[in-house]
C-alpha cells in the first residue's frame, strides 16, 4: 500500500483550471483507499468525478464502494466520497 | 461463425440447452493466458464457441498491465459467463459473482470455490453453499467441481442449472482421468454436464465427449497451445467428432477378432 503523502498526485479532480472541476480549489483533501492504495481526493469528491479523474469509463468497470457493490451506475453523479472510504474498481479480465 | 457443426444440423444432434437457454456450441472457453488479446480473439473465432468465460479482476490504474479483455471481443456475439476464479472461501466467492453480475451482462455464474493452491482442486462443501446462497440471489449457477459423483447431485439439489466436472486439474492438460466418475455423473444428473479444465489436446476432448456429457470447457488447452488458432479448430472438430459418436453408440469392444468379410464363399 503506498503510504499517504508519497505518491504521485492522484487525480485531477477539482483541480484549478480544469474544465470539470469542481469549485473546490484550496479545499481540504482527503484520503480514501482504490484498490489497494490510498489516495487522496478532494473532500466531496463524487464517485463520477473520480472514476473520471482516473480516465476510467464507467460503462466498462464495476464499482465496490465500502463493499456494497453499485448496481446502478447513474448513482455515480451523486454519491459523494468520505475520509478512509474504499473503493474497488474491477473489470474483466482474460481467465478460464 | 458461431456453432459447432453438430449443432448446426439437427439431425444430427440436439441443442445444448442449458436452464432454458439455448447454446449453438458444446464447446466452451476461457480468456485467460494467451500471448496476445488478439490471439484469444482469433482462436475464440476459430473454436466456435459462444460460451466465453472471462475473470473479475481490480482495474490496474497505473495501466501497466493487463487491460481489460473486453476490448478484444464483442459481447454482442458470445455469451459471456464470468467465473469466480482465484476465490478460496464461499465469502469471495458470491463477492465475485456479485461484482460480475453487476457488470450488466446477464445473471450467470461460472462458480468456483478453490481449496488446494497445488492442485487448484475444488472446495465441495464451500461449491455447495455457495451455490445454493447464489440461486436464492436469482443467479444461473454453473458449478466447478471434481468428478465425485455425491459432490455433483449436492451441486443439482442446490439449484445449480449446471455442474462442471473437471477432467484433471485446471491447467494440466492431462485429459480425461477418470471416465468412470465422469459417466456416472452423467448418467445419475438430470442438469447438464460440462466437462470444465484439464482437455488438453483434441483427443481429450473427443475421449470426454464421447462420454455422452453435454459440453466441454477448456481455456490453457488452446492458449498454451503452440498454435492457438488451429488447436482451437481441432477442438472444434474434436467436440463434434466425440458428441456424434457417442450419440452413434460404439461398437461392443471384444477381446477378439471378428471378420469384417464373409467366411464363406471363400476358394476351395
Redo the contacts between chains.
Sequence with gaps: MTPLGTHEPLIAVGRAGSPDAPHRDGGDLIAVT????VRTVPAGATLAEVLRA?A?DPR???V?HNRE???DRGSYTSRHLSAGDVL????????? | MTATFAAEHATLDTPLIISGREFRSRLMVGTGKYKTLDLMRRAIEASGAEVVTVAVRRVDLDRTHEEGVLAHLDPAQMFLLANTAGCYNVADAVRYARLARAAGFNEWVKLEVIADEQTLLPDPVGVVEATRILVAEGFQVMAYTSDDLVTALRLEDAGAVAVMPLASPIGSGLGLLNPFAIRTIKHRLGVPVIVDAGVGTASDACITMEQGVDGVLMNTGLAAAQDPVRMATAMRQAVDAGRLAFLAGRMPRREVAVPSSPTAGMLG
Design positions: 482504490i484498490n489497494g492504495d482516473l476510467l466498462a468497470i464495476v465496490e457493490i453499485l448496481r474497488e474498481l474491477v473489470h474483466f479480465v482474460g481467465g478460464g
